[in-house]
T-cell receptor, first 111, second 113 residues
Framework: ETGVTQSPTHLIKTRGQQVTLRCSSQ?????VSWYQQALGQGPQFIFQ???????GRGNFPPRFSGLQFPNYSSELNVNALELDDSALYLC??????????FGSGTRLTVV | QQQVKQSPQSLIVQKGGISIINCAYE??????FPWYQQFPGKGPALLIA?????SEKKEGRFTISFNKSAKQFSLHIMDSQPGDSATYFC????????????FGAGTQVVVTP
C-alpha cells in the first residue's frame, strides 16, 4: 500500500474533551511527523517519531502527545481540547530527508 | 517567530504567465529547501526541492532559484496553467532536525484562463 492515510477526515469535539487522530505511514517509512495547520497558515511542526521514540518536538504543550507503533502507524492525542486547537492536522512519513509524504489530514473542529 | 518568511500572500496570473514566489530565512543551519503545493482539502505535496550547494534547480515548468548569501530562495512557475491554481508553501529544515520542516505562511496562486 502506498501513500499516507489519515483518519478520520473530519471530527467535531467539545472543548475539554480528548481526541485521538490516526495515521498510517507510507510503506517502508520509519519516521512520522505531525503538523498543525490553522486556516490560512502554513503547517506548524508538533513532533516527530522515529522507531517508536519521540525525537523532536515543536512549540506545543504536553497535552499534545503521540505514539508510533511497530508497523509504523501512529497516533496523535490531544487532551483538554481548546477552541484554538481547531485546525487541519497533518501526518507526514519519510524514510530520509529527501522525501516527506503528507496525508490529506484530519480537520478537527472544537466547539 | 516565523523562521521562513514568504511573499506574496496571494498572486493572480494569466494562463501562460510566470508566477514568482519568494522566501527568506535566517537560520544558516538550514540545508534543505523544499516547495510544497497544496490543493483545498488535501495535504501538501512535494513539488521540488534544493540544497544550498546549487543556485538553481529546474523540473519541468518549475524552477527554484537559491541565493545563499542573501538567504533567499524563490519558486518560478513558467507557462502557468489553471491546474496550477493552489497554495504554495516554501519550507526549510536543518540536518540536525530533519523531519522538522519550517514552513512559510503560504502563497495562494490563481491562474486565470
Amino acid at each position: 500500500e502506498t501513500g499516507v492515510t489519515q483518519s478520520p477526515t473530519h471530527l467535531i469535539k467539545t472543548r475539554g474533551q480528548q481526541v485521538t487522530l490516526r495515521c498510517s505511514s507510507q510503506s517502508g517509512h520509519n519516521t512520522v511527523s505531525w503538523y498543525q495547520q490553522a486556516l490560512g497558515q502554513g503547517p506548524q511542526f508538533i513532533f516527530q517519531y522515529y522507531r517508536e521514540e519521540e525525537n523532536g518536538r515543536g512549540n506545543f504543550p504536553p497535552r499534545f502527545s503521540g505514539l508510533q507503533f511497530p508497523n509504523y502507524s501512529s497516533e496523535l492525542n490531544v487532551n483538554a481540547l481548546e477552541l484554538d486547537d481547531s485546525a487541519l492536522y497533518l501526518c507526514a512519513s519519510s524514510l530520509d530527508r529527501n522525501g516527506y509524504t503528507f496525508g490529506s489530514g484530519t480537520r478537527l473542529t472544537v466547539v | 517567530q516565523q523562521q521562513v518568511k514568504q511573499s506574496p500572500q496571494s498572486l493572480i496570473v494569466q494562463k501562460g504567465g510566470i508566477s514568482i514566489i519568494n522566501c527568506a530565512y535566517e537560520n544558516t543551519a538550514f540545508d534543505y529547501f523544499p516547495w510544497y503545493q497544496q490543493f483545498p482539502g488535501k495535504g501538501p505535496a512535494l513539488l521540488i526541492a534544493i540544497r544550498p550547494d546549487v543556485s538553481e534547480k529546474k523540473e519541468g515548468r518549475f524552477t527554484i532559484s537559491f541565493n545563499k548569501s542573501a538567504k533567499q530562495f524563490s519558486l518560478h512557475i513558467m507557462d502557468s496553467q489553471p491546474g496550477d491554481s493552489a497554495t504554495y508553501f516554501c519550507a526549510a529544515t536543518a540536518a540536525d532536525s530533519w523531519g522538522k520542516l519550517q514552513f512559510g505562511a503560504g502563497t495562494q496562486v490563481v491562474v486565470t484562463p
